[in-house]
């Protein structure tokens, strides 16, 4: 926990009310949402037990298994959670846009929109990336078959689940993490994770919320009380009564979710946003592409190479989101600038027109003054950016006691034209209050991997060869029902694989 947000629950815990941590929504909203609640049996490994979906409020549709060990009965669940999916999924597949690449000498298609999947907290993405594994690999003819639509909506939720997992993602997202995000309430994050207790924090306060921690979870798990006083006997008995006594388990959650997709609405955008979800539409468009041709399903797991390659992705991306974050939003970058990472000043002496000829050929390089009352923890050569001015870089000269401050001397490059004059505005003029970090935007280029083939047998790659004959290999034993087929760790990765 940072210091700011600890400061902010301790601020709602002596109001009584959640405190804002941003200043602005650091995720897409998308304007035609779906809202999937999964519910799962206790004590039985991703057993589903329910899910109410839906794109409007006022149109919820319930999925029930009334045997949730009954495998039929499970898989006509997935077929028809398949029906309320795959049509939304496919929908946003329809009109796309020219996205120049190569500088301009060439360009490639995206689609326009893409869609969002909004569930309670992470134990539904957990559950549905359980789903898509289990399901993913299933066949529709054969010993065991499974309706149409199971497979290929097991895949579309493998790929759903994997992007999750990258910083910034937007097309399938947790109402707990989203407000989490947005706003600090006065209880620990353990309990934030029940979704009834923090938006209550958020909407009416303390009081309201500690009504709302005896009431109904927000699934995937149910309250044990729960289900071995009234769950329990309904199954036993194969009870008509079921579904309702489940819609109206899940109708607060499923009112408190459009409730919250509401409050985020309320705040504006984060400028950087708009960016992440280009890159959200990306991967839709490469993922609908990739099916429309026939692509294998995801593997189990990854080979050596593609496990390190996607660890590097996350990684980057990570340390992208955050930057983003902090020069969308003063709040967060205000963490930066008490850990020494930023500082505030105002420009006392400007140079715009400076020129640098000490080496081949003179360069731009105009230079400012700036005094700040902050501490400031950067040495001399140190690189530092404006998040208004992103193209702009600022190296450290020298930082000089200065009455009640420093004052840092900076030059700077880029961001002024190709010239050996600035464009007008380029150079921060006398008086302009900047903010500067050691954070950057900048590309940061991929490792080199080698082939899947050249990786040391230690790491998947091929045995080491051997003079002596191998002995046959043993009759592999039959798979046992419902077993997933196998899928070669050397095949090319593709989006969202697990």
Do not use: C
């Not at 601020?11 to 941590?21: M, N, S």
């Not at 043993?474 to 070669?488: I, L, S, V």
């Amino acid at each position: 926990m940072s210091t700011l947000t600890a400061l902010a629950r301790a601020q709602a815990l002596a109001a009584g009310r959640a405190q804002p941590i941003a200043t602005v929504r650091h995720l897409h909203v998308q304007d035609h949402p779906l809202v999937l609640i999964p519910l799962a049996m206790a004590g039985e490994a991703n057993a589903p037990l329910a899910a109410m979906v839906g794109v409007s409020p006022d149109k919820p549709r319930l999925l029930v298994v009334s045997q949730p060990r009954d495998r039929d009965l499970r898989f006509a669940f997935f077929a028809d959670l398949a029906e309320e999916l795959l049509p939304y999924l496919e929908s946003f597949a329809t009109e796309s846009e020219d996205v120049p690449i190569d500088r301009g000498k060439d360009v490639r298609q995206r689609y326009l929109d893409a869609p969002q999947i909004w569930v309670p907290n992470s134990g539904g993405i957990d559950f549905l990336r359980m789903l898509g594994r289990s399901t993913r690999f299933r066949t529709v003819d054969g010993e065991y078959p499974v309706p149409a639509g199971v497979p290929l909506l097991g895949r579309w939720l493998t790929f759903l689940a994997g992007t999750a997992e990258i910083p910034g993602s937007s097309l399938l997202l947790n109402a707990v993490q989203a407000l989490g995000l947005h706003w600090a309430t006065g209880q620990s994050g353990t309990e934030d994770a029940q979704f009834g207790t923090q938006l209550a924090w958020i909407e009416s306060g303390a009081a309201e919320a500690r009504e709302a921690e005896n009431g109904p979870v927000a699934g995937p798990a149910t309250d044990p009380e729960f289900d071995n006083k009234v769950l329990a006997p309904l199954i036993e008995r194969s009870a008509p009564e079921l579904p309702d006594i489940l819609q109206e388990l899940l109708l607060p959650t499923w009112d408190r979710m459009w409730r919250a997709l509401n409050l985020l609405r309320g705040l504006p955008a984060g400028e950087r946003v708009s960016l992440r979800w280009d890159s959200d539409r990306d991967a839709y468009t490469a993922f609908t592409q990739y099916i429309a041709e026939g692509g294998a399903p995801q593997p189990r797991r990854d080979g050596a190479v593609a496990a390190a390659a996607r660890l590097q992705r996350l990684e980057n991306a990570a340390s992208r989101y955050a930057v983003q974050r902090a020069f969308d939003d003063p709040l967060v970058l205000a963490e930066y600038r008490l850990s020494g990472a930023a500082f505030a000043g105002v420009v006392t002496l400007a140079n715009p027109n400076r020129v640098d000829d000490s080496g081949k050929r003179p360069v731009l390089r105009p230079r400012i003054m700036v005094h700040t009352t902050e501490p400031v923890r950067m040495e001399p050569g140190t690189s530092l950016t404006s998040p208004s001015r992103t193209a702009q870089k600022a190296r450290v000269v020298s930082v000089t006691p200065a009455g009640d401050g420093v004052d840092v001397l900076l030059e700077l490059s880029g961001g002024m034209g190709r010239k050996l004059v600035a464009e007008p505005g380029s150079v921060p003029e006398v008086g302009e209050r900047l903010i500067l970090t050691t954070l950057s935007e900048a590309f940061r280029p991929g490792g080199t991997f080698p082939e899947p083939a050249e990786t040391p047998w230690t790491h998947g790659g091929p045995p080491i060869p051997t003079l002596e004959p191998a002995a046959p290999a043993a009759p592999a034993a039959p798979a046992a029902p419902g077993a997933e087929a196998h899928q070669p760790d050397a095949r090319p990765p593709q989006p969202g694989v697990i």
